[in-house]
């Protein structure tokens, strides 16, 4: 019986010729990642395993982005208590204010995360390195310690979902409203245990930041992985960046799927996910007047150059309406300064948004951009559930870059195509 | 082994948002976070919660982050169990890794209402409803899982392996 990509990657990583879905399987591990909340409690764990040195100080990942630039005394000390652990570990990919990026936009501009590899995070998005044709996925803090002490995680081998890709997008449709169409038609537990192929000879008309952006949300169909073949742009995007060896994997040709769906990128509108859940989506022009208190352009899922590239497009020689706080984060050090150097951060000021450091700060409703009772936002971070990025009663609409900006203008949810 | 205690129902796609919003996650004390388990679906849950409840829910239990801080509220507040139609599997990890028992069975959470008293068997998977005189029955964990609860938990199953390298 032949294999879909993801089961290829675990049979590879676990020394076996074939692996079935269903079955449990003890993977070797090519990254380890943590951030500032999760990572403090994967210490405490790792200290009761017993275990002294992490397995490999160049396979473990500490990224200090949740809470950061410290937002409170308590932050502090989380983070604290990974530097100190990161400094006596000699943890060679430690990224500390000054360096750090949001973790699922920096590993895969440095070079740590490359085809091929198995991935396990300390954070539900690991999934976002499947764009680059690895198997990532997102555990829990012990897993993470497991993961460091031993370099092992266990699996249990996903059927898969093929998703078939066809045609084009139009303009200012993305690989946000790909993901959103996706999750409104199988809903958030759709792909439950499951992994995400995307396949089909669309995967071309995507750009890596939108595959990027596509397999970030996987997690919220409730997969265990989503990802991506390798082609040009794949290996594009690596070359220059990393020193690792990729290895390219792909689907046999009579791989078990449990279903395939079809998107017809085409046909495809930009997409809205009303409150409280990411598979409540309704195509823009659907939406209604929706009148918003704030925008928030950024994240793991919407924080890379592509994003800040459209946002700047839609926001130029315009002004964002008085009444909407609009707040731009480009994801990395690296992305910030291209701002900079590309002239979208004066575009951005000029238009009357802020353009942050980057942090997850407002996405988890952590710091910079919380919601009071009431208000709304059109973001484009990945989750709308309830008293996320604030009050209990604030309400968050998802949405791509271009239209997270053209309703900062117009202060209501807007179709850019229309603005 | 055996556990009783009343439950607490919610619908489907309970989010790890909501069972301990990330404003609290500038802290992984599992005293602490139990003090808002539940807050913004359920603001009084910490008051009302007793030694040995147990908390059933829809589909997808658990969606959303991969913060352990979940189960630990959950597991801090005296909750003995949580039964749902399915889990949102980083949370299914997560919850077997912490040792908080997790039970998917539809017809306890079709049968079974708010503040029914409840006694689990974890050894036969039944679910007695004491206030309505319903048993239900759970699936087996995997056998894999079992190993793991076996040890303990995760962190006593890496130990032991740590030992016999």
New interface residues.
């Given amino acids: 019986m032949g294999m879909t990509m993801t089961q290829k990657i675990l049979a590879d990583h676990c020394g076996k010729e074939a692996v079935q879905a269903g079955e ?1 399987v003890e993977i070797d591990l090519d990254m380890v990642l943590g951030n500032d ?2 990572t ?2 994967a210490i ?2 790792f200290v ?4 002294k040195k992490v397995f490999n100080s160049e396979k473990v990942a500490v990224v200090l982005d ?2 950061t630039p410290n ?2 005394i ?2 502090a000390e ?1 983070c604290k208590t990974c530097r100190t652990f990161s400094d006596e570990q000699d943890i060679k990919h430690f990224y500390d204010v000054g360096e750090m990026g949001i973790e699922h936009a920096l590993l895969p501009e440095k070079g740590i995360v490359v085809a091929g590899d198995t991935v396990i ?4 998005h ?1 999934c976002t390195y499947g764009a680059l044709g690895a198997f990532s996925t ?6 993470m ?2 993961g460091m ?2 370099g092992k995680a ?1 699996i ?1 081998v996903p059927p898969a979902i093929k998703v078939e890709l066809s045609g084009n997008p139009n303009k200012f449709v993305s690989g946000k409203d790909v993901i959103l169409h996706l999750i409104g038609k199988i809903g ?2 759709g792909a ?2 499951q992994s995400l192929e995307f396949t089909g000879e669309g995967v071309k008309a995507l750009s890596m930041d939108d595959r990027f952006t596509v397999s970030n949300m996987a ?1 919220e169909a ?1 997969a ?1 992985n989503g990802i991506f073949p390798v082609d040009d742009k794949t290996i594009a995007y690596m070359s220059g960046r990393t020193d690792k060896q990729w290895k390219i994997f792909e689907a046999d040709q009579d791989a078990v799927y449990d279903r395939t769906i079809q998107i017809d990128l085409n046909v495809l509108k930009p997409t809205v996910a009303f409150p409280h ?1 990411p598979e409540n989506t309704r195509t823009v022009d659907e939406a209604g007047d929706i009148a918003i208190d704030q925008v928030v352009i950024g994240s793991c899922t919407n924080g890379r150059i592509d994003d800040m590239r459209v946002a700047a497009e839609v926001l130029k020689g315009r002004k964002v309406n008085k009444r909407v706080r609009t707040i731009i984060i480009p994801a990395t050090q690296e992305i910030y300064l291209q701002c900079i150097r590309e002239g979208l951060a004066e575009i951005f000021i000029e238009a009357g948004a802020i353009v942050s450091t980057p942090t997850c700060g407002p996405c ?3 710091h910079m951009g919380i919601l009071a009772s009431g208000e709304k936002a059109v973001t484009t971070t990945n ?1 709308n ?4 990025m604030g009050h ?1 009663e604030s309400e968050i609409y998802l949405a791509s870059p271009a239209v997270a900006a053209a309703s900062a203008v117009t202060g209501r949810i807007t179709n850019p195509q229309k603005l | 082994m055996i556990v009783k205690g009343k439950t607490f129902k919610y619908g489907d796609n309970v989010d790890t948002d909501v069972i301990i919003p990330a404003r609290h996650l500038n802290t992984s004390d599992p005293k602490e976070l139990a003090k808002y388990c539940m807050e913004d679906i359920d603001k009084d849950f910490a008051q009302k919660v007793a030694e040995g409840d147990v908390i059933v829910g829809g589909k997808n239990f658990g969606c959303g982050s991969s913060r352990e801080h979940a189960p630990i509220a959950i597991k801090a507040s005296g909750v003995s169990c949580v039964i749902a139609k399915s889990f949102a599997r980083i949370f299914y990890r997560n919850a077997f890794n912490i040792g908080l028992p997790i039970m998917e069975c539809e017809e306890a959470v079709e049968g079974i209402n708010e503040d029914d008293q409840v006694e689990i068997d974890f050894t036969t998977g039944e679910i007695h409803n004491l206030t309505k005189g319903e048993t239900y029955q759970s699936q087996p964990f995997p056998q894999f899982i079992q190993k793991i609860i076996h040890a303990g938990g995760l962190v006593p199953y890496v130990q032991n392996e740590l030992r016999n390298q």
């Fill in positions: 449990f909340i999760t403090p409690v405490k764990e009761k395993m017993g275990a949740h809470f937002k409170d308590k932050s989380q995070g300390a954070d539900s690991t997102g555990v829990g803090s012990t897993d310690a497991a002490a031993r266990w249990k958030v537990d439950l245990y997690i409730g265990k859940l988890l409703g952590g989750r559930f309830v008293g996320r209990s």
